[in-house]
Nanobody
């Protein structure tokens, strides 16, 4: 598989937790910046978090203090630990398997998974 594969979504109550996983095939995973986006019903696809090859993380404001992005290079796997979930976190979460850097900023490529659905009930 060359397409990232997400898993771990589901239905949780507000205040609950989920851990999403994304397996990214290929020998270059450890050298890449990778991350997560999400898209709520009827909404746009927004950045959640990304992590560089060196382990530097960047989180959207809504994710700070609640979400943690990590990677396991030995398993070619990206994770998103989501705690204290809110109904507004309801969305399809997408893994991007390769970001690129331009003028000090990171941008996603078209290397996307199919997404995993997260629903948070109130």
């Amino acid at each position: 598989q060359v397409q990232p594969v997400e898993s771990g979504g589901g239905l949780v109550q507000a205040g609950g937790s989920l851990r999403l996983s994304c397996v990214v095939s290929g020998s270059t995973f450890r050298t890449r910046t990778v991350g997560w986006y999400r898209q709520a019903p009827g909404g746009r696809r927004d950045l959640v978090a990304y992590i560089t090859a060196a382990g530097t993380t960047t989180l959207a404001d809504f994710a700070k203090g609640r979400f943690t992005i990590t990677r396991d290079n030995a398993k070619n796997t990206l994770y998103l630990q989501m705690n204290s979930l809110k109904p507004e976190d309801t969305a399809t979460y997408y893994c991007c398997g390769n970001f690129y850097e331009s003028v000090g900023l990171w941008y996603p490529t078209s290397e996307w998974g199919q997404g995993t659905e997260v629903t948070v009930s109130s």
